[in-house]
T-cell receptor
Framework: GESVGLHLPTLSVQEGDNSIINCAYS??????FIWYKQESGKGPQFIID?????DKRQGQRVTVLLNKTVKHLSLQIAATQPGDSAVYFC??????????FGQGTRLTINP | SAVISQKPSRDICQRGTSLTIQCQVD?????MFWYRQQPGQSLTLIAT?????????ESGFVIDKFPISRPNLTFSTLTVSNMSPEDSSIYLC?????????FGPGTRLTVT
C-alpha cells in the first residue's frame, strides 16, 4: 500500500542555522506533495506545496525539494527561528484531494 | 485561505456514550475531510464528506462507528459512537480551497 514516512523523528538545530527535514514516499502515482507545520494544541498549518512536474519550489524562508527518482521530499527552513519549533509533516496525494501523511518530525531550536 | 472552526475544542466522555463534533468553514467548499490524530502520532484520514452524498470511508473506519453529516457546503459533523478508551484522540476536520487543504484546530477527546 501507499505510505509516506520520515527519516528522522526529531531534529534539533541552533537558532539562525538552516534546517532540513526529510520525507520518503512510496506511491509513485502521487502528483502533489505538501508540508505542514503543527504547533502544540493546533491543527496543521499549510507551509508549502509542490507538484510532481517540479523539483523545487521556494517560499518565504522555506524551500521544498522533490526527487521523484528516489521518491524523496525535503523541506529546508532558512535562518531557523524559535517560532519554527513545531512538528512538521509531509503529505502526499493524487489529484490534490485526500492526503496521506508522513510520520512527522519534531523540530526544536537551541538558543 | 479558509478559516475552519470546530466544536467542542475538547471533551471528556464516558465509555459507551457518543459525541458529535461540529466543523464550520467560513466559505463554501466542495470537499471536507475528517482525520484522527492519536497522541504523538500522525494524521489518519477517516472519511471524505461531500455535500449531497454519503461520506466515503477509509479502510478501518465504518459508518456505524463514525457517522458523518454534510448538510451544506460550509458545515459537517462527525459522531464518535459507542466510545471506548481507544477512541481517545484528536479529531480534525479539513477542507480544500483550490488545491490547498486547510485544517481546523481539532477536538481533543478523552474517553474514560
Amino acid at each position: 500500500g501507499e505510505s509516506v514516512g520520515l527519516h528522522l523523528p526529531t531534529l534539533s538545530v541552533q537558532e539562525g542555522d538552516n534546517s532540513i527535514i526529510n520525507c520518503a514516499y512510496s506511491n509513485s502515482a502521487s502528483d502533489y506533495f505538501i508540508w505542514y507545520k503543527q504547533e502544540s494544541g493546533k491543527g496543521p498549518q499549510f507551509i508549502i506545496d509542490i507538484r510532481s512536474n517540479m523539483d523545487k519550489r521556494q517560499g518565504q524562508r522555506v524551500t521544498v525539494l522533490l526527487n521523484k527518482t528516489v521518491k524523496h521530499l525535503s523541506l529546508q527552513i532558512a535562518a531557523t527561528q524559535p517560532g519554527d519549533s513545531a512538528v512538521y509533516f509531509c503529505a502526499e496525494s493524487k489529484g490534490a484531494q485526500k492526503l496521506v501523511f508522513g510520520q512527522g518530525t519534531r523540530l526544536t531550536i537551541n538558543p | 485561505s479558509a478559516v475552519i472552526s470546530q466544536k467542542p475544542s475538547r471533551d471528556i466522555c464516558q465509555r459507551g456514550t457518543s459525541l458529535t463534533i461540529q466543523c464550520q468553514v467560513d466559505s463554501q467548499v466542495t470537499m471536507m475531510f475528517w482525520y484522527r490524530q492519536q497522541p504523538g502520532q500522525s494524521l489518519t484520514l477517516i472519511a471524505t464528506a461531500n455535500q449531497g452524498s454519503e461520506a466515503t470511508y477509509e479502510s478501518g473506519f465504518v459508518i456505524d462507528k463514525f457517522p458523518i453529516s454534510r448538510p451544506n457546503l460550509t458545515f459537517s459533523t462527525l459522531t464518535v459512537s459507542n466510545m471506548s478508551p481507544e477512541d481517545s484522540s484528536i479529531y480534525l476536520c479539513s477542507a480544500n480551497q483550490g488545491r490547498e487543504q486547510y485544517f481546523g484546530p481539532g477536538t481533543r477527546l478523552t474517553v474514560t
